[in-house]
């Protein structure tokens, strides 16, 4: 199928998606199981990578303003603006399209090649409401407290590799990350969590959802998911920060 086709097929299943659902009760568990599996695990590899990142940035930018004439307050400045600007709903997005991307697209290739997702539209339930609505719904919920919480460790990661490496003072750092802070970069970051979320739980959904044939189609179909959903997230960045900070 031609690109135009892919769009049309993923815009039609996300009319099937956004329906009211059957049965609350199945649904809130459902969303609860979703919320720890697509969130709640995610939790410590996301704390682990932003606290090095934040770390590698500050260090990167002193190695770079190694200028008296400099001020140093600088690199807590600059760390602060590019875990809250870039690194914080970007980067982390990228690994959970990665994670969670192939997990939504395996999972769900798996239930259509084994026929389950054939079962349930022949006992009258929307398959697409039934298993990726509570997807949508838990990645909108829970990924903008792991960007909040990326953010804050990588700004601390900044600080920590500060007082390991003797780079700078943290009296300087504490200084640049207080230095012109704007709330509305807070609510800019999240703004694009939001639609990465979005993408990440519905993109990977489509691949899995519609897969034909065996394990082999499953692999395939988790790559492809992963792949168009990065390149989704990072061409949506580009128009997001276009509209937003333009």
Same mark, same amino acid.
């Given at each position: 199928?031609?690109?135009?086709?892919?769009?049309?097929?993923? !815009?039609? @299943?996300?009319?099937?998606? !956004? +329906?009211?659902?059957?049965?609350?009760?199945? !649904? *809130?568990?459902?969303? @609860?199981?979703?919320?720890?599996?697509?969130?709640?695990?995610?939790?410590?590899?996301?704390?682990?990578?932003?606290?090095?990142?934040?770390?590698? =940035?500050?260090?990167?930018?002193?190695? &770079?303003?190694?200028?008296?004439?400099?001020?140093? /307050?600088?690199?807590?400045?600059?760390? +602060?603006?590019? @875990?809250?600007?870039? !690194?914080?709903?970007?980067?982390? &997005?990228?690994?959970?399209?990665?994670?969670? %991307?192939?997990?939504?697209?395996?999972?769900?290739?798996?239930?259509?090649?084994?026929?389950?997702?054939?079962?349930?539209?022949?006992?009258? =339930?929307?398959?697409?409401?039934?298993?990726?609505?509570? +997807?949508?719904?838990?990645?909108?919920?829970?990924?903008?407290?792991?960007?909040?919480?990326?953010?804050?460790?990588?700004?601390?990661?900044? *600080?920590?590799?500060?007082?390991?490496?003797?780079?700078?003072?943290?009296?300087?750092?504490?200084?640049?990350?207080?230095?012109?802070?704007?709330?509305?970069?807070?609510? /800019?970051?999240?703004?694009?969590?939001? =639609?990465?979320?979005?993408?990440?739980?519905?993109?990977?959904?489509?691949?899995?959802? /519609?897969?034909? %044939?065996?394990?082999?189609?499953?692999?395939?179909?988790?790559?492809?998911?992963?792949? *168009?959903?990065?390149?989704?997230?990072?061409?949506?960045?580009?128009?997001?920060?276009? @509209?937003?900070? %333009?």
């Amino acid at each position: 199928m031609n690109y135009l086709e892919h769009i049309g097929k993923y !815009f039609l @299943m996300l009319g099937q998606v !956004f +329906k009211r659902p059957q049965k609350r009760k199945v !649904f *809130w568990e459902m969303l @609860m199981r979703e919320i720890e599996d697509l969130g709640l695990k995610s939790l410590g590899i996301i704390m682990f990578i932003s606290f090095f990142i934040g770390g590698v =940035v500050a260090i990167q930018t002193a190695l &770079s303003v190694d200028n008296p004439l400099i001020p140093k /307050y600088l690199i807590g400045f600059a760390t +602060k603006r590019s @875990m809250i600007l870039e !690194f914080g709903p970007t980067f982390t &997005s990228i690994i959970l399209a990665g994670k969670v %991307g192939s997990y939504i697209a395996s999972s769900m290739g798996t239930m259509r090649v084994t026929e389950q997702i054939d079962a349930l539209e022949v006992m009258g =339930v929307n398959s697409l409401n039934y298993l990726v609505l509570p +997807k949508t719904i838990a990645t909108l919920f829970f990924y903008p407290l792991l960007v909040l919480i990326a953010m804050f460790l990588g700004i601390v990661g900044g *600080w920590a590799a500060g007082l390991l490496t003797d780079l700078f003072y943290s009296v300087d750092y504490i200084d640049g990350i207080r230095l012109e802070f704007d709330p509305y970069y807070i609510k /800019y970051a999240l703004i694009k969590t939001f =639609v990465f979320a979005f993408v990440i739980a519905t993109v990977p959904a489509y691949h899995g959802y /519609y897969v034909k %044939g065996g394990s082999l189609e499953v692999g395939r179909a988790s790559t492809a998911a992963v792949v *168009w959903t990065s390149v989704s997230i990072i061409t949506l960045n580009y128009f997001l920060t276009q @509209m937003l900070l %333009g």
